[in-house]
T-cell receptor, first 111, second 113 residues
């Protein structure tokens, strides 16, 4: 069964304390892995797409990496404005496209 | 630069009532979709459309109807609201069905009492 699991469910960091969020997946016909950021009361906002193992992408304090079984979102020296829920989604194809979302990691960065 | 616009933002319905959630995008995207987001669960696909006049069911379609008469609009209709449909609903659009990121609306928080 296609599945996306994110860990931890929630994470509290001090400002400047680097950490990583994990997204593990089991899916047939992977076409891409997506990271989104979701602020309270808002819709998800696109961050990154990764297509193949070994690929890395960076944006400000965020860096996403991909292996054959999981993806990591590394947050370097976070700031309070990085507080949000980070969603991972896998897109698979087996005749039709399927988008499978994880339940997210709620990140709180304390000043 | 509006992107994806959803209305209303909040709605309370009584069991058995019907309503339509509106979704419009101004990016000329072919692919549009509706998701529901419930606590402890990932976003789940309700219905999607790959272009005007073409719609299909997602993972959780029961109790919902959609139509796509124009590229811009993709309304979601609740036929007879049930408490199990209490959720936050998101409309999304993307350039194509595969390999492209989705742009989400702000969401509609629906409560069915």
């Amino acid at each position: 069964e296609d599945q996306v699991t994110q860990s931890p469910e929630a994470l509290r960091l001090q400002e400047g304390e680097s950490s990583s969020l994990n997204c593990s997946y089991t899916v047939s016909g992977l076409r891409g892995l997506f990271w989104y950021r979701q602020d309270p009361g808002k819709g998800p906002e696109f961050l990154f797409t990764l297509y193949s193992a070994g690929e890395e992408k960076e944006k400000e304090r965020l860096k996403a990496t991909l292996t054959k079984k999981e993806s990591f979102l590394h947050i370097t020296a976070p700031k309070p404005e990085d507080s949000a829920t980070y969603l991972c989604a896998v897109q698979a194809y087996s005749g039709t496209y399927k988008y499978i979302f994880g339940t997210g990691t709620r990140l709180k960065v304390l000043a | 630069n509006a992107g994806v616009t959803q209305t209303p933002k909040f709605q309370v319905l009584k069991t058995g009532q019907s309503m339509t959630l509106q979704c419009a995008q101004d990016m000329n995207h072919e692919y549009m979709s509706w998701y529901r987001q419930d606590p402890g669960m990932g976003l789940r696909l309700i219905h999607y459309s790959v272009g005007a006049g073409i719609t299909d069911q997602g993972e959780v379609p029961n109790g919902y109807n959609v139509s796509r008469s124009t590229t811009e609009d993709f309304p979601l209709r609740l036929l007879s609201a049930a408490p199990s449909q209490t959720s936050v609903y998101f409309c999304a659009s993307s350039y194509a069905e595969g390999n492209t990121e989705a742009f989400f609306g702000q969401g509609t928080r629906l409560t069915v009492v």
